[in-house]
Structures are given as structure tokens and as C-alpha cells.
């Protein structure tokens, strides 16, 4: 199992792509690491929160509080041996890029003490938009770890540069980094 024990933090944004979280889960699971999800209302939209709980077998946060209780975010970021969002669509990565914290999954970013790792999804225009590429170079810019988008074909119906990594791909990316931290080959 390539990810034994590793906790992992995702964070999923508002892209159609956020389908692709519960592939995403479900490989992380299998592979040995404990997960955790919170997810951005508009995310909800796409994929929910049921169904990544089920996967993840955690409940799915996405309120800082319910009037009963308060989703710790600054031990949520603490937790973490990772912290990965995907997919981080073009408004989470300018709240990133701009520290806006108007939800649960901004304020564990910005609280958390951990790596973190994007991998966005959005449309060909969007993804090479002036605003966009200065706000991943900005995310970069803190020590964020950027996953590469991927050509093909787009939501819009159109083909070309932005689409989320496969969730292969992040496995893959997630253990290489972790075999690099711990110094293996």
C-alpha cells in the first residue's frame, strides 16, 4: 500500500470535475491512507456529500459550524500529513491567491500547517487567463505544489488545456512526493 498511514486532506471546489473526488477517495483509501473531506457548497452541486463520507468513511465537512458544533479547522490543517485540493476551480484558486476566507475550506487553508497540493480544473480560457496564471504563480509563490492540468476534452465542449489531473495521476503524484520526504528513490 503506497500510502500507509498517511492522512490526507481534500479539499474539493466547485467544477464539474469534483466527480472525479470520489475516484479520487476511493484510490486513497485503497492505497492505506485515512482521509478526510471538506467540500465548498458549490461542490455540492456536482458531487455529495453522502457520497464522499461513504467513500472516505469520514463525515464530509463543509460548515464551519452548525450552531451546535464547530469544525475545528485550525486541527484539521494540524491533522494533515497533506493537505490536496481537487479540484480547485478558478474562485477557490483567487481565494487562495488572495486569502479570502468566507468558508470552511479557505480558513483550513489558511490556518493549516501542513504542504498543500492543487490540482485545478477549469476551461481552456479560464486556465490561461492573465488573473489565473498570476494566481497560481501567487499560490506557488507560498510553497503551494501545483499538479499539471491535462489537454483534452473540456466541459464547454471544446479540447485543450485544463482539465483536472486524472485521479491516477494525483495518486501517482502523492506517492512520489511522499517517497521523496522520506528519502527512498
Known amino acids: 500500500m503506497l500510502l500507509q498511514g498517511k492522512k490526507i486532506l481534500l479539499g474539493v471546489s466547485g467544477s464539474i470535475a469534483a466527480y472525479k473526488a470520489a475516484v479520487l477517495v476511493r484510490l486513497l483509501i485503497k492505497e492505506g491512507a485515512e482521509v478526510r473531506v471538506i467540500m465548498t457548497k458549490a461542490s455540492q452541486d456536482f458531487v455529495t456529500p453522502l457520497t464522499l463520507s ?3 468513511r469520514n463525515e464530509v465537512l463543509y460548515h464551519i459550524s452548525d ?7 485550525v486541527m484539521l490543517g494540524r491533522w494533515a500529513d497533506i493537505m490536496l485540493i481537487a479540484p480547485l476551480s478558478c474562485n477557490s484558486l ?10 470552511l475550506l479557505m480558513a483550513v487553508y489558511l490556518s493549516c500547517t501542513c504542504p498543500v497540493a492543487v490540482a485545478p480544473a ?4 479560464m486556465w490561461k487567463h492573465q488573473s489565473t496564471v498570476a494566481n497560481i504563480n501567487t499560490i506557488q509563490s507560498y510553497g503551494n505544489f501545483v499538479l499539471n492540468v491535462n ?7 471544446l479540447t485543450g488545456e485544463g482539465r483536472m489531473a486524472e485521479p491516477e495521476e494525483i495518486l501517482h503524484w502523492l506517492s512520489e512526493y511522499f517517497q521523496k520526504k522520506k528519502g527512498t528513490p
Open 54 to 56: 461513504t467513500l472516505s
Open 67 to 73: 450552531n451546535a458544533t464547530w469544525a475545528n479547522h
Open 94 to 103: 483567487a481565494k487562495m491567491a488572495h486569502g479570502v476566507c468566507d468558508n
Open 122 to 125: 477549469m476551461d481552456e480560457d
Open 151 to 157: 489537454t483534452g476534452e473540456l466541459a464547454s465542449g
